[in-house]
């Protein structure tokens, strides 16, 4: 079975720190996504990572996939109030289907 | 585009009585899935469609759990009877195929169950 760990489990900083989520498996994925999902609403997609050792941003959201597309981490700078959400890390291997992190609650206070 | 659409929002029965989910997917979307989320936690898959064939089910529950997505538009999912784990958030998303970069999953706002 493969397994998504995250971590933390839980973030609570204040407005204009930076923090990093981790995801971490034992498994090769063959491409891996964050999602952010807030209160009430599905996951909405921000990024997908497919190649070991990428990294992509997505304004003061940096996401790196690691080197043998085993784990990924996602560091947001500054942050803000409206970052307070569930992060997701999502990844797929070789049969499509799409597995879940536990996700990452950050809450950012003013 | 109109996106994923759910309902009902909330719903709320006693353990052992009978629930239904309705999901309308994105036009034209082939691909269907059905997510458990239970507070705290990551979704979990249920079931996902490829228009109307089941191309996974294997952590469907079913002695309880049943799904369908008949004219591979619409889908609904069951629950009878239900349990009190069972209280979670029911999400469904869509995309365009199999093949997640190039489809990327949309989904709904879900529906609350609470089972007392």
């Known amino acids: 079975t493969q397994l998504l760990e995250q971590s933390p489990q839980f973030l609570s900083i204040q407005e204009g720190e930076n923090l990093t989520v981790y995801c971490n498996s034992s498994?090769?994925?063959?491409?891996l996504q964050w999602y952010r999902q807030e209160p009430g609403e599905g996951p909405v997609l921000l990024v997908t990572v497919v190649t070991g050792g990428e990294v992509k941003k997505l304004k003061r959201l940096t996401f790196q996939f690691g080197d043998a597309r085993k784990d990924s981490s996602l560091h947001i700078t500054a942050a803000q109030p409206g970052d307070t959400g569930l992060y997701l890390c999502a990844a797929s291997g070789n049969t499509g289907k799409l597995i879940f992190g536990q996700g990452t609650t950050l809450q950012v206070k003013p | 585009e109109a996106g994923v659409a759910q309902s009902p929002r909330y719903k709320i029965i006693e353990k052992r009585q009978s629930v239904a989910f309705w999901c309308n997917p994105i036009s034209g979307h082939a691909t269907l899935y059905w997510y458990q989320q239970i507070l705290g936690q990551g979704p979990k898959l249920l079931i996902q469609f490829q228009n109307n064939g089941v191309v996974d089910d294997s952590q469907l529950p079913k002695d309880r759990f049943s799904a369908e997505r008949l004219k591979g538009v619409d889908s609904t999912l069951k629950i009878q009877p239900a349990k009190l784990e069972d209280s979670a958030v029911y999400l469904c998303?869509?995309?365009?195929?199999?093949?997640?970069?190039?489809?990327?999953?949309?989904f709904g706002n879900g529906t609350r169950l609470t089972v007392t």
């Open positions: 998303a869509s995309s365009l195929n199999i093949g997640l970069l190039n489809s990327p999953l949309h």
């Open positions: 498994s090769v994925f063959s491409s």
